[in-house]
């Protein structure tokens, strides 16, 4: 079964860090590109950041700088470091994997919460 588990949510103060994990199961995360997204109550659903499989990074310019997007393929595991959290980054943090070629994304976790006090 093809499952992406998030974690490494929490409660933070303003301007500390938090590392997101995304570990994949029953699939090689390797071969696709691995976006993270966010929701915040009442708000859309936003995409932050992607990985791709030759590992071309992007990011929504509201994380660029503060966050970074990598991938450890001996665990099939993709990672969200984020410095200088602020409370505007408060969301459940959710990732998905997706083809390189698709912009649709086929399999999603369940989400991890990140709350950011000020």
């Known amino acids: 079964q093809l499952q992406l588990v998030e974690s490494g949510g929490g409660l933070v103060q303003s301007g500390t860090s938090l590392r997101l994990s995304c570990a994949a199961h029953?699939?090689?995360?390797?071969?696709?590109?691995i976006g993270w997204f966010r929701q915040a109550p009442g708000k859309e659903r936003e995409g932050i950041s992607y990985?791709?499989?030759?590992?071309?990074?992007y990011y929504k310019d509201s994380v660029k700088g503060r966050f970074t997007i990598s991938r450890d393929n001996a665990k099939n595991t993709v990672y969200l470091q984020m410095k200088s959290l602020q409370p505007e980054d408060t969301a459940r943090y959710l990732c998905?994997?997706?083809?390189?070629?698709?912009?649709?994304?086929?399999?999603w976790g369940q989400g991890t919460q990140v709350i950011v006090s000020s």
């Open positions: 029953g699939f090689t995360a390797a071969d696709y590109t």
């Open positions: 998905a994997a997706r083809y390189d070629d698709s912009s649709w994304y086929s399999h």
């Open positions: 990985i791709t499989s030759s590992n071309y990074t």
